[in-house]
C-alpha cells in the first residue's frame, strides 16, 4: 500500500493532536470556545514557526517548507 489512506498518513496527524493535547490543551483547561480556539491557534503557530522538531533535522516546520538547510553543529 503506497497510495492514499496509508498506515503511516494517519502517524502524523495523531502525533499533531497528541502534542496539541499534551502541551496546550491539558494544560490550560480552556473555560470557553473562544479561549480554546485563541490558545489552540497560538500554540500551532508555536508548533510551526519557533518548535523545533527531530524529525526535520532540529528546523521548524516553517524552515522545513521554506526549504532552509539543516543547521550542522560543529565540534568544539
Known sequence: MDGKGRWI???FVKRLWRSLKYE???INAFETGTEARKGVGTWIDYYNT????SALGGRTPGEAY???P???KQAA
Open 9 to 11: 498518513d494517519n502517524r
Open 24 to 26: 496546550c490543551v491539558y
Open 50 to 53: 519557533e518548535r523545533p522538531h
Open 66 to 68: 521554506e526549504g532552509l
Open 70 to 72: 539543516i543547521q550542522v
